[in-house]
């Protein structure tokens, strides 16, 4: 783990978990002629405690390049140990055709 001074634990910035959503992959698609910031991803909704084995996508609005910085990082780090799971590598067509089409 890093190293910084030892200062006072904050709380983190953004929490994402499993509980209703297995995420898979994700994109930003905003342009300089945007006036707000666009993360599209790919899931699997999560119901009962488990996967269900089909994909779907979402698309998250930000107003601030902050905002949605964090967001995208999260969400990309946690995508990619997903997508390495046994459920993620069971859709893996799924997460190259996202990846095609949202260029």
Do not use: H, W
């Amino acid at each position: 783990m890093k190293e910084n001074k030892k200062e006072a634990i904050k709380k983190p910035i953004l929490t994402l978990n499993s509980a209703t959503k297995f995420y898979l992959a994700t994109r930003e698609l905003t342009n300089e002629e945007d006036d707000l910031f666009f993360i599209i991803s790919l899931f699997m909704p999560v119901k009962n405690g488990g996967v269900v084995f089909q994909v779907f996508t979402e698309i998250l609005t930000f107003e601030d390049a902050n905002s949605a910085n964090v967001y995208y990082q999260t969400l990309s780090k946690y995508c990619a140990v997903n997508a390495k799971s046994q459920n993620g590598q069971s859709v893996e067509g799924a997460i190259k055709d996202f990846y095609a089409y949202t260029k």
